[in-house]
């Protein structure tokens, strides 16, 4: 299928054979500007960051690296970034993040402040220990750090600040989450990743749509300019507007 093209295309559409050209060759671009060795991404074993880094295994053949960082994790989420890694030929490395973790939260609790386990705040700590792992090996290599929110995450805010969303270049930015699918099966994405539902693997039986209270289906219908229902057009919005500061720089004062 071709969808309608968001980055501005206005009808013309784009085939995902296109589009996987097309972002491999810009991944490069920016590598190359940026004056960087190489690219990285974290791969949880979910489909984006499985897009990822078969794009960034085009765009940057020998000079592309991938990071499995389980955190309380299921094992399942790390075999799978495995079986990822292998599939789409990447080099990984894996670091088990849980002892830093459960250390943080008792440094917190020695502090006398508590952070419960399965909480949002502890939640949104394990994304930003992976934001800074990703960034200690990429500065060791001179690479850039690249981040795999699609764009009806993004526009819903669904993604952590200074976590997942602290990265260097978002190249899936554009793209619903069914022109990330379209992609995956393009690229050779194992069937397994395909199959299993959209999660952030943040705690048990935790999954996107359960935690969005919306279907990607109809994210992707409202974003490309398609009918919802009201409800879930007004919980798109409402998202939108509570979560723009995670898009947009610190405020600032405009005056000295």
């Keep these: 299928m071709a969808y309608p093209c968001p980055e501005g295309g206005g009808?013309?559409?784009v085939t995902a054979a296109q589009r996987a050209a097309r972002l491999s060759r810009w991944i490069a671009t920016k590598v190359r500007e940026a004056g960087s060795a190489g690219a990285l991404v974290n791969l949880s074993g979910g489909l984006d960051s499985a897009v990822?880094?078969?794009l960034l295994v085009r765009g940057c053949p020998g000079r592309a690296q991938g990071l499995i960082l389980p955190c309380e994790s299921s094992p399942k989420d790390v075999e799978d970034a495995l079986t990822v890694a292998a599939a789409v030929e990447l080099p990984v490395k894996v670091v088990d993040l849980t002892p830093v973790y459960a250390a943080l939260l008792a440094a917190l609790q020695a502090g006398g402040i508590r952070s419960a386990p399965g909480s949002l705040a502890a939640a949104n700590s394990k994304a930003r220990l992976r934001m800074i792992s990703a960034y200690a090996v990429a500065n060791l290599a001179g690479y850039l750090v690249v981040g795999t929110g699609n764009k009806a995450e993004l526009t819903v805010g669904y993604f952590t600040k200074y976590g997942d969303g602290g990265v260097d270049i978002q190249p899936l930015a554009n793209l619903v989450k069914g022109?990330?699918?379209e992609l995956a099966v393009l690229l050779g994405v194992p069937q397994a990743v395909l199959d299993k539902p959209p999660s952030a693997?943040?705690?048990?039986?935790?999954t996107d749509e359960g935690e969005l209270g919306m279907t990607y289906s109809d994210l992707d219908r409202y974003l490309l300019g398609g009918t919802v229902p009201a409800d879930v057009q007004a919980a798109i919005e409402a998202r939108r507007r509570a979560s723009e500061h995670k898009r947009r720089l610190p405020d600032a004062p405009d005056f000295v």
Excluded: D, H, N, T
């Design 201 to 206: 693997g943040l705690w048990e039986g935790q």
């Design 52 to 54: 990822v880094a078969a």
């Design 11 to 13: 009808a013309m559409s």
């Design 179 to 181: 022109q990330v699918r």
